[in-house]
C-alpha cells in the first residue's frame, strides 16, 4: 500500500482515499485523506480489516469518478489467499458510499469476520495543512450514539453543530469501542464454498448550517449513474475539434470536471446557484478570481457558468471597510469559507477581499457575457454593483491617486493579492521583494478592459454616455500610462509591477501575457512581448514559465517562480491570438495539449518548470490540485483561440 491519495467529487464534497479505499486521517501533507463536505472532514477513519488483519491491494486504485480495487488477505506463495474483497466507492453531495463484496476461494464453507473501523473527527481543513498553526477550539463536545444499522458521531462546539451517519445493509453484528473514539462495525459472514456477501455502507454528512438530510445513494453505481449523467448533460453540444482529438479529448475531460466541480451559492435576492469552486483538495469553494477566469474560458460554450459566477459575486461583494478581511465599498470577494475557524473568525477567509484583481475580473465578465450572448439582464440588474466595483478601482483601488490598481500585505492573510499570491511571488529577478504598496502589471490590464467593458454597457446599456466617456478617458489613460512607466527598454518587456516609490519590479515574468489578453499594450510592443515568451528561457516545451528560467530568482519548483500554469498559458494564448500571432498562440497550445494528454487528458493546477527537451513528461509539481476549474476551462480557452488547428 502506498500513500497516495485519490479524489472523489461531486459538488462540494470529496473524498480522498488511498490506493486500497481506506482513509487514514494522517494529518499534514501535500493532500488529507478524509471525507470532506464545506471545509470539515466528516470521515477521518475509513479501514477495513479481514479476519483482524489489513489486506493488502492485488489491484489498487485507479483515477476515476468510483474507487475500485482488489484486496486478498496478506500471504506468500505456498498458501493462496482464502478471500478476495471487491471494494467500489464513490461520492454525491454530503454522501459517502461503498459496496463491499467478499468472495471465498475455498472448497468448504467458512466464516469471515469482516470489519471497518469509522470515526469523524469534523477537523477544519485549515487544521490539515502543513503550516504548523494551531487552533484552540474550547467547550468541544464529541459524541457516540450507536445505532440499530450502524453508529453517528456528533460535534459541538457553542452554536455549531455537525454529524455523520454511517449506516449499513445488513446492519452489522456488533459496534465496539476502539479506545480511540472510532467505532468498529464488525459482521460475521458465512460463506458457501466458493460463496461471496455483500455489504452495502452508507455515509451521510450534516454540515453545520445543513437544513436537510443528505440523499445518500443506495449504491456506488447508482451514484455513479448520477455522476456520468451530470458529466453528459453539461458537455452536451459542445464543439469539440474534429482535426485535433487530442484537443477534442482535453474539451471533454476538462468539461466533466467542471460539472462535478460546482458548489452552492447564492444570489442577490437569495436564489440557489451553482458557480465553479477552485480545485480539490485544498480549495473547493467559491475563489472570486478562479471563478471569474473558469466562466471566462467558458463563456462561448457554456455561458451558464457566467450567469451563475456574477450574481453569486455580486451578493459577496463587500459594502462596508473591514480591516481583517481586507474589505472595502465595492469590492469582489476574493475567497469565501464555510468552516468551523471561518465561523469563529480564527482565520479570515468566511468572507475575504485580499484579490486586487477579482473586481476588475467582475466586470470584463459582465461585458464579455452581456457582448458573447445578448442577454442584456445581467448587466440591468447588476448596474449598482458594477458602478460600485468601478468606484472601488477609481477610490479604494488606486486608480486615481496612485494612477494603477494598488495593494499593500495583509499580515493576517494574503502577502501578494494578484494571481500570483504566494510568498515572494512578486519578486525581482535577483529574487529579491519589493516593500511597501505593490502595482502588478496583470492586475493593470484586466482594470484597462474593464473600464473599457464597462464604458459599452454604459453606453449600450444604462444609457449613460457621460459615465462611459469618463471611463473611456480613465482606460486610455491607463495604456498610457502604463506604457511609459512599465516597459524596461533594456529588456523590450514590460515590469512584473512596480513598487511602493515607483521602481521597476524588474523580474521577467508570464504576467506579460496577460497583457496582450486584455489589449493593455500597442501593437508593437504587444508583437515583441508575444515572442519573448516563445523563447527557450520562458517556453518549456510545456507551456510559458512563470518567471523566465536565466534569472536568479527561478526555481522549477517554485509555486510561481518557475512553474508552469494552464490557466496562465491559456490566457497566454488567448492574448497572442488576439496580437495576430498565431503561430505562437498554436506552439502554446499544442505544448498545453501534450501535457493534458500525457496525464490521461487532465491539466492540473500547476506543473513544474523543467524543460521538454531534457525530460520527455511533464514533471508534476508536489502540492497541485489535481482537479482544478481553471486547468479544466483551459482546453475550451485554446479551443477559441487556435480552434482545431
Known sequence: MTDRHHLLVHGGTFAAVGDGGDISGVRGGSSPDGLFVRDARHLSRWQLTVDGAV?????????????????????????PPAYTLFREQAVADSAFVEALRVTSNRPTPTTVRIAVTADADFTDQFELRSDYRTYAKTGVVRQRQVLDDGVEFSYRRGEWRSSTTVTSEPAPDGVEET?????????????????????????????????QKPRVPLSPAVANEQLLALEDEFAEGVPFPTGWPELAAACARGLSDLAVLQVPATGPDGE?????????????????????????????????????TLPALAATQATETGAGAVAQPGKIVHEVRHGELAHFGQVPYGRYYGSVDATPLFLVLLGSYTEQ?????????????????????????????????????????????????????????????????????????????????TAHLARTVWDDEVYAALLEQAASDLRDRFQRDFWMTEHAFPALA???????????????????WSGLLDKEYGELVGRRLLEPDFFSGWGVRTLAADQPAYHPLSY???????HDNALITL???????????????????????????????????????????????PHACVRESRSAAAPLALLTAVGGA
Open 55 to 79: 489486506p493488502e491491494a492485488l489491484t489498487p486504485v485507479a483515477d476515476g469518478d468510483t474507487a475500485r480495487c482488489v484486496l486478498v488477505p496478506r500471504g506468500g506463495r505456498t498458501e
Open 179 to 211: 479506545g480511540t473514539g472510532a467505532r468498529r462495525l464488525v459482521w460475521a459472514l458465512d460463506l458457501e464454498p466458493h460463496g461471496s456477501a455483500e455489504l452495502s455502507l452508507r455515509v451521510a454528512a450534516r454540515p453545520h448550517g445543513a437544513t
Open 272 to 308: 440557489e446557484l451553482r458557480v465553479p469552486a477552485a480545485g480539490v483538495p485544498w480549495f473547493l469553494t467559491l475563489l472570486g478570481r478562479d471563478a471569474l477566469l473558469t466562466s471566462l474560458f467558458a463563456l462561448p460554450y457554456r455561458p451558464q457558468l457566467a450567469a451563475a
Open 373 to 453: 450572448t445578448g442577454d442584456l439582464t445581467p448587466a440591468r440588474r447588476l448596474e449598482a454593483n458594477a458602478r460600485a466595483a468601478i468606484g472601488w478601482m477609481l477610490d479604494h483601488g488606486g486608480l486615481t491617486s496612485r494612477g494603477y490598481l494598488v495593494y499593500r500585505a495583509d499580515g493576517g492573510g494574503l502577502a501578494n493579492q494578484n494571481w500570483k499570491d504566494s510568498p515572494g511571488a512578486i519578486c525581482s529577478a535577483d529574487g529579491s521583494r519589493p516593500t511597501g504598496p505593490v502595482m502588478a502589471a496583470g492586475a493593470q490590464g484586466y482594470a484597462y478592459d474593464a473600464l473599457r467593458r
Open 498 to 516: 512596480l513598487d511602493g516609490d515607483g521602481h521597476h519590479v524588474d523580474a521577467l515574468a508570464s504576467d506579460a501575457g496577460h497583457l496582450l
Open 560 to 566: 510561481h517562480r518557475g512553474s508552469v500554469w494552464p
Open 575 to 621: 492574448g497572442l491570438a488576439r496580437y495576430g500571432l498565431h503561430d505562437e498562440a498554436r506552439t502554446v497550445a499544442h505544448a498545453l495539449v501534450d501535457a493534458a494528454t500525457a496525464a490521461g487528458h487532465r491539466l492540473p493546477e500547476v506543473l513544474a518548470g523543467y524543460g521538454r527537451d531534457t525530460h520527455g513528461e511533464p514533471v508534476p509539481y
